[in-house]
């Protein structure tokens, strides 16, 4: 199993900037994906951004492309989202999650199996 946890939210004015990261421990050589979701107030768990572990390619949500962006440190075994020009809708939890097999595009929640606890961002207007 993988344990996940995330730090950095916060809350930070519209326009502003935030880094999210999540330490992995435990089978963390199992992991073939990682990502992030978030959930927001009375709406539903949504896609945010993926990162395959190894070879480091992102997929991201149409909503956050050219302000997010993904990465990881393999030795780290931390992944990280960077979120620039940030808007009041951003608000959520924002979660990470592992996946031990390769994901479809556009990736569900089902697809993931280890989940971190969340990390709250708001962004005021």
């Known amino acids: 199993q993988v344990q996940l946890v995330e730090s950095g939210g916060g809350l930070v004015q519209a326009g502003g900037s935030l880094r999210l990261s999540c330490a992995a421990s435990g089978l963390t050589f199992s992991v073939y994906v990682m990502g992030w979701f978030r959930q927001a107030p009375g709406k539903e768990r949504e896609f945010v951004a993926a990162i395959s572990w190894i070879a480091g390619s992102t997929y991201y949500a149409d909503s956050v492309k050219g302000r997010f962006t993904i990465s990881r440190d393999n030795a780290k075994n931390s992944l990280y989202l960077e979120m620039n020009s940030l808007k009041f809708e951003d608000t959520a939890v924002y979660y990470c999650?592992?996946?031990?097999?390769?994901?479809?595009?556009?990736?569900?929640?089902?697809?993931?199996?280890?989940w971190g606890q969340g990390t709250q961002v708001t962004v005021s207007s």
């Open positions: 999650a592992a996946a031990k097999t390769p994901i479809p595009t556009p990736p569900l929640g089902s697809d993931f199996a280890s």
